[in-house]
């Protein structure tokens, strides 16, 4: 594994996969919102989907940059610990 000598950067690795995760479920979410806020008969419930959609996607928003920048934290320390290994 890339990892191997950098048990940080593994760390910050697996939590860049579980925010990735919570971004796709958040995600699906919003798409299940807005397939409702159209299919819906009520100008109301529309309204109310449409204003979930909002909400939900930008907690997707949240968590994706969430995950990059820890992916990229994990990387940086993977290459630290690389680094500090050869000297």
């Keep these: 594994m890339v ?4 048990p940080a950067g593994m760390a910050e690795y ?4 579980r925010a990735k995760r ?3 479920v958040s995600y699906v ?3 299940g919102l807005l397939m409702g806020s159209v299919a819906s ?9 449409l204003a979930g959609c ?4 930008s907690f997707s928003m949240h968590f994706i940059g969430k995950s990059t920048n820890q992916l ?13 290994r050869r000297r």
Excluded: P, Y
Excluded at 3 to 6: E, G, L, P, Q
Excluded at 41 to 49: H, I, Q
Excluded at 72 to 84: E, G, Q
């Design 22 to 24: 919570h971004f796709l």
């Design 29 to 31: 979410a919003t798409l």
């Design 72 to 84: 990229h934290k994990s990387v940086w320390l993977r290459n630290r610990d690389a680094l500090n």
């Design 41 to 49: 008969g009520n100008e109301r419930t529309a309204g109310l989907m």
């Design 54 to 57: 909002v909400v939900t996607f």
């Design 14 to 17: 697996r939590n860049s996969i």
């Design 3 to 6: 990892f191997d000598s950098s």
